[in-house]
């Protein structure tokens, strides 16, 4: 029986429409895929060499002992926040003959197929087979294997268990992630001395097989807690959202009430972004990538002002380029509603602009702490930003008068391209591209520095034009609208 | 009020919809009777602008509603879920139809308080987002929320499909009261529902209008007669 259920959910992938309906999203995903799972395996293949090189003299399986602690607390957190776990599977089931037990089991199984733990194993086993000798040597190899196994299934278990308490509108597990990076970076400096305790404590489970097991069972007894709170949580209205403990989420910036209607819809957007997996994890990224740039300190890719300003780019711009690129897509659920109702289309593009808008500021403002590592990146950071004010946010815009996907909000974020074509990846291309382009005169005649200030003028320029920018951006919605909103109501 | 010009709609060669000549005028209670495919949303999504007419105009109020968006100032209307906003809760649902007309918090609040017998103290101050709601409940949301802003012409699909019997009595008593000073049209499969709160009464069949009658005893029985076949 439960495998029966299992092949439904195979057919259910491999005739999800966006694998079936248009190729060119078919191959998009493919190739996203393909990336992961490549960056996954060099990160896990090339550990070595990278430590090695950063930190010589380190003993690498040790130090990935020791690190590996944090990744998994890292880990678990970030499933609870943005894996979604398959308990809304149970209803097309739950009114069959099929016994609950069958039915748990399945779910239990199905939420292992999660690329979470795929991605996990693309990042271990290459570390493995490319530090197979040395851990031979210490006679570990197979140790190091069954924790990491039972690493994985403790984590996946233990999210889906804790998911059912943290309602994914609490703050808490941001807090402790917080926490976490500001523990790993006073742990790096030699402010506190965690690594080596975890490193001790991961020699220590790797000596023996009998140690070794023990993740393994608590990963066991993770699995069989959760099944036991899955059959006594069986009804669906046990698993209802509880919308009153969503603090982010039940903001209202009153403030926001003085651009008019467009505020209004600001209020909803914030909501939106809030309340659902896959636009939260795009907020919640943009944060991260402010530390992007940090991998390449010290790198002589940082020589290179043109790298300079494509991390000036993706740090001031990340939320826009996500938010921007599926611009109404978002919407598509309930766009039938601000389609006849007493709103103007051009309120909607003016509140999806101010959202961008502001989301660039704020992002530049924490950009200048740059300015202490490199004092050059004031200048990128700020011409850059000017840059996505005034030229990318409205690449996104342009995009979205030809942009007709509907996406489902309720499903999760992870390897989710739903409502993604062909053109979000080649709009990359010009974003990318046009300040290299605008520069490069200025730094062949000896002045990129003038050249980057070109850019911002740029930016600046289409700042200040935005209102008949959106203006037309609204019109060339109009036109095309019929389309849009057919594609919109069409479920996948 | 609303003019109906040389409508047709079609999808590839099917022709789903032709209304050559209709008008409806201010205040008139319009009931859109017919079978399953017979054009009824596909009429009313026309009118909303929701969808393309393959040929002619619909005007409301003497503009073409593919044209201006003046007319969704007066309008409102529910057809179905893709009127909700599945991650909001009821109120903030209400808070945010409401503050579209410029309403302000005590107005929204006075508003609704028409309204608790018929959500039946299962829809306001529950802490629960729309998505979690009963198909039923979601129904009442989305008609409540189409009275909001005071509108002079009212939409509605099928408001009486999902609803229990008592709602739907009182429904009846809802339209009947706030839609005194407004153009109402009401779709349904149920002729009876139609029959109790309009007084104009459109038979569509496979997309033409065959019946066009005022509500009297008489029109009653020849609808009847009609469907008995």
């Not at chain 1, 140790?143 to 943290?166: C, E, K, P, Q, S």
Request: net charge neutral.
């Amino acid at each position: 029986m439960v495998s029966t259920l299992i092949r439904h959910k195979w057919k259910a992938f491999w005739r999800s429409p966006a694998l079936t309906q248009q190729l060119a999203t078919t191959l998009l995903m493919g190739f996203f895929f393909l990336y992961f799972a490549a960056i996954m395996i060099g990160a896990g293949a090339g550990a070595k060499f990278i430590i090695e090189k950063a930190l010589p003299g380190t003993d690498v399986i040790s130090l990935v002992g020791g690190l590996t602690l944090y990744a998994l607390v890292f880990m678990l957190l970030m499933r609870i926040v943005l894996q979604k776990f398959p308990v809304s599977e149970i209803k097309q089931y739950q009114s069959h003959n099929i016994r609950k037990g069958n039915i748990v089991r399945f779910i239990n199984m199905s939420s292992l197929m999660s690329s979470w733990n795929l991605m996990l194993g693309f990042m271990i086993i290459p570390f493995l087979i490319v530090n197979h000798t040395e851990l031979m040597e210490r006679g570990i190899l197979f140790n190091f294997f069954i924790v990491f196994i039972g690493w994985t299934l403790f984590n996946n278990y233990l999210a889906f268990i804790l998911d059912r308490y943290f309602k994914k509108d609490n703050l808490i597990p941001y807090i402790i992630m917080g926490c976490l990076v500001i523990l790993l970076f006073l742990d790096f400096n030699g402010y506190i001395a965690l690594i080596p305790v975890f490193q001790s404590i991961f020699a220590w489970l790797t000596q023996n097989i009998v140690y070794a097991l023990i993740p393994l069972v608590a990963g066991i007894g993770a699995l069989f807690f959760n099944t036991q709170a899955l059959k006594q949580n069986f009804y669906l209205e046990d698993l209802i959202t509880d919308a009153g403990t969503d603090i982010v989420g039940n903001l209202n910036l009153p403030f926001l009430e003085k651009f008019g209607k467009a505020g209004t819809l600001m209020n909803l957007e914030l909501k939106l972004i809030w309340r659902n997996k896959r636009s939260r994890m795009g907020a919640i990224m943009s944060v991260l990538m402010l530390a992007y740039p940090l991998i390449f300190m010290g790198s002589p890719s940082l020589e290179n002002s043109g790298f300079k300003l494509f991390l000036g780019l993706f740090i001031t711009g990340f939320f826009a380029l996500n938010y921007g690129q599926l611009m109404l897509s978002w919407n598509s659920e309930h766009f039938d509603l601000l389609a006849t109702r007493n709103v103007k289309i051009k309120d909607i593009f003016l509140a999806k602009y101010y959202i961008m808008l502001f989301s660039c500021i704020i992002l530049y403002l924490f950009s200048l702490v740059y300015y202490f590592l490199d004092p050059d990146f004031v200048r990128i950071n700020t011409v850059m930003f000017l840059f996505n004010i005034g030229v990318s946010i409205f690449l996104y815009m342009l995009l979205a008068a030809f942009n007709s996907k509907r996406i489902d909000l309720s499903k999760g974020a992870m390897m989710n391209y739903e409502g993604i074509g062909l053109a979000h990846f080649l709009i990359i291309i010009p974003l990318i591209a046009l300040p290299i382009l605008i520069r490069l005169p200025f730094a062949l005649s000896g002045h990129p520095v003038m050249g980057e200030w070109m850019i911002g003028l740029i930016g600046l320029i289409g700042a200040v034009f935005h209102t008949p920018i959106i203006n037309y951006c609204t019109e060339l919605f109009q036109k095309r609208r019929y389309k849009i909103l057919a594609a919109f109501r069409k479920k996948t | 009020m609303i003019k109906f010009t040389d409508i047709s709609k079609k999808y590839g060669k099917t022709e789903v919809l032709n209304i050559a000549d209709l008008e409806i005028a201010e205040g008139e209670h319009i009931g859109l009777v017919g079978n399953n495919g017979a054009g009824k949303t596909t009429c009313f999504s026309l009118l909303l602008d929701l969808i393309e007419p393959s040929t002619g105009a619909i005007t409301s109020d003497g503009n073409i509603v593919s044209k201006t968006e003046m007319w969704k100032e007066y309008t409102s209307s529910f057809l179905d879920e893709s009127y909700l906003i599945n991650f909001l809760t009821p109120d903030e649902y209400f808070n945010f139809v409401g503050s579209l007309y410029g309403w302000n918090e005590a107005d929204i609040q006075g508003f609704l308080a028409q309204y608790e017998e018929f959500f039946n103290e299962e829809v306001i101050g529950k802490k629960k987002y729309i998505r979690d709601l009963s198909k039923g409940n979601q129904k009442k949301v989305g008609i409540i929320a189409a009275l909001m802003g005071n509108p002079r012409l009212l939409v509605l699909d099928e408001p009486f499909s999902n609803l229990d019997p008592t709602s739907q009595i009182r429904l009846k008593r809802i339209i009947k009261q706030s839609g005194e000073d407004k153009t109402v049209l009401i779709s349904s499969h149920d002729i009876n529902h139609v029959v109790d709160v309009c007084d104009r009464i459109l038979i569509l069949e496979k997309g033409v209008l065959v019946k066009d009658l005022k509500n009297t005893p008489e029109a009653q029985e020849e609808i009847s007669a009609y469907f008995d076949v």
